[in-house]
């Protein structure tokens, strides 16, 4: 394991940051010290278990991320945005990712970014409500706005990992519910309006083919994609799986951002942006580029499978 080349794996206990070290790992080209809060956690001990280097460290302590960072050849970096759901707390935490990073060397860094939707949306669009501090989508602006500028400036080398819609959210919040008329229905609120969606997993091995071609992706912009997929044919997939016809029952973004809970707003920002501006969110997410870096994705039907038991 000292031969291989080290990468340090923010979040490793998380969706994108776990996916990463287990796709890693399981390859065996490199050795990965994965980084999380509580090294004592359940999910710590399983990447631990299988061959990752496991050290504590927080966001807001750059101290801690030069140490975990130190003697690494390259790095995945990731935020948790929705923990806090503060942008001004996310540049913080870049900050420090940032001047980690330099102090210790690293030679290639894989940032998991967005899209600054402000980009597409006129300042004078009334469609959707500004957020806070003018964000639109703020975890989507802050990384694809001044985040991403501060990683241009640093000279760091990075490749820009542009995330999709998480497949896995379809087994937790949205999961499809039984409505009062017994039918059971997805509540996705795109409209008729395709969306660019990734199995969590394929950020993994997307990452290790960033690794393993540095001249080709140092400097440049990545989807993260699998499909690009209307509410119509997700809730096909669902009923395929589950083995009852779900209906798609799409709130609208009014209704959606009226739901009350924590984040509501934003979420329904980023499903208004989808939906209005699929030019600029499917437009950035090219699944020829996306399938030629990472040619073992996974399709949203055989992702369901290997997920069934969530479902029902």
Do not use: C
């Amino acid at each position: 394991m000292s031969g291989k080349k080290l990468i340090t794996v923010l979040g490793a206990t998380g969706t994108q940051g776990g996916a990463v070290a287990r796709a890693l790992l399981a390859d065996g080209g490199f050795a990965v010290r994965a980084v999380t809060r509580d090294a004592t956690s359940g999910k710590a001990k399983a990447l631990a278990e299988l061959g990752a280097e496991v050290v504590e460290a927080t966001l807001d302590d750059e101290g801690s991320l030069r140490a975990a960072f130190d003697g690494a050849y390259g790095a995945f970096l990731v935020t948790p945005f929705w923990e806090h759901r503060s942008p001004a707390r996310e540049l913080a935490e870049v900050k420090n990712l940032i001047g980690a990073a330099k102090a210790a060397g690293l030679r290639h860094v894989g940032w998991s970014t967005l899209e600054d939707t402000r980009e597409a949306i006129p300042a004078h669009d009334d469609r959707m409500p500004f957020l806070d501090d003018g964000y639109r989508v703020p975890h989507f602006d802050v990384k694809g706005g001044a985040a991403d500028a501060l990683f241009a400036e640093s000279g760091l080398p990075v490749t820009y990992l542009l995330m999709s819609f998480y497949w896995d959210n379809l087994l937790t919040g949205l999961r499809p519910q039984r409505d009062p008329d017994g039918t059971l229905a997805l509540h996705l609120p795109i409209g008729d309006t395709a969306i660019a969606g990734v199995a969590s997993d394929d950020i993994g091995r997307t990452m290790l083919r960033v690794l393993q071609r540095p001249a080709e992706t140092i400097g440049a912009t990545l989807p993260v994609a699998g499909e690009h997929l209307t509410g119509e044919q997700i809730a096909a997939a669902l009923g395929a799986v589950i083995g009852e016809p779900v209906a798609y029952r799409p709130p609208t973004h009014d209704q959606f951002r009226g739901f009350g809970f924590p984040g509501a707003e934003e979420l329904g920002n980023m499903f208004h942006y989808y939906t209005d501006f699929p030019e600029s969110y499917l437009g950035r997410r090219d699944l020829e580029v996306a399938h030629e870096i990472n040619p073992d994705w996974v399709g949203l039907t055989d992702f369901l499978a290997e997920h069934r038991e969530d479902l029902t």
